[in-house]
């Protein structure tokens, strides 16, 4: 069994991941609904904080930070340190392929803070946003959405707006600053690791750039998805 710390600071103990986890990461059904990840981190997890029968609800009341944390510390205990990577330039007159080799051990991890709600004032509008962070439970809800957008990540996590709940209409008639400036102050305190992948293009230099978990080669490498 391996221990680990939470960004949010709860400890945690898992087991590698097995088959089982495998059929359920490749299943595209539970894939699209969010709940491949969800029963596969439940699997792994032995133990969470004080509770040794974690059970799929405990997983979703998990911050977003923390669950993709898991996730890479299950694929490090599973698959090793070292993940290889083939990324694809993004510009249509090259699309040549790049050999990238990202180690987990290195991956920076900023810690969550005591607040789990913040207050921010628009500084277009003056409006006074309150938000909190992702769980799991909103991740399975945005999953749902047939079109998921910006507007709709950035609503999910929004509380109130000027004391009045959050709507569809409410976004789309907020100035571009204003929504700028709240999707910054959404990422500035935000908390987990960073599985950003940035890297320039071995042929033609164009700047390629991903998230770690976003790649086949991330949990299954050497297999085309």
Not at 137 to 165: C, F, N, Q, T, Y
Not at 173 to 191: F, H, I
Request: one cysteine or more; proline letters at 4%; charged letters at 30%.
């Amino acid at each position: 069994m391996h221990t680990f710390e939470l960004p949010s600071g709860i400890e945690i103990e898992l087991r590698e991941m097995t088959g089982a986890e495998e059929e359920l990461l490749t299943n595209q059904r539970l894939i699209r609904t969010g709940d491949a990840v969800n029963q596969a981190l439940k699997n792994c997890i032995v133990r969470l904080g004080d509770n040794d029968e974690p059970t799929v609800k405990d997983v979703l009341d998990l911050l977003s930070g923390d669950r993709l944390f898991i996730l890479v510390r299950l694929r490090q205990i599973s698959l090793g340190d070292e993940v290889e990577l083939e990324l694809t330039c993004p510009n249509t007159a090259c699309r040549a392929s790049n050999a990238v080799t990202v180690n987990l051990d290195e991956l920076e991890v900023t810690p969550y803070g005591e607040e789990r709600e913040f207050a921010f004032t628009l500084p277009g509008s003056g409006g006074k946003v309150r938000f909190g962070y992702l769980d799991g439970h909103k991740e399975k809800r945005l999953a749902a959405l047939k079109e998921p957008s910006i507007s709709s990540a950035m609503l999910i996590r929004i509380i109130d707006v000027d004391g009045a709940p959050p709507t569809k209409k409410i976004m789309n008639d907020m100035s571009m600053r204003d929504r700028g400036a709240l999707r910054q102050e959404m990422l500035r305190v935000d908390a987990g690791i960073d599985t950003t992948v940035e890297t320039d293009c071995q042929s033609c230099g164009t700047r390629i750039r991903t998230r770690l978990e976003a790649e086949p080669g991330f949990l299954f490498p050497g297999v085309r998805l």
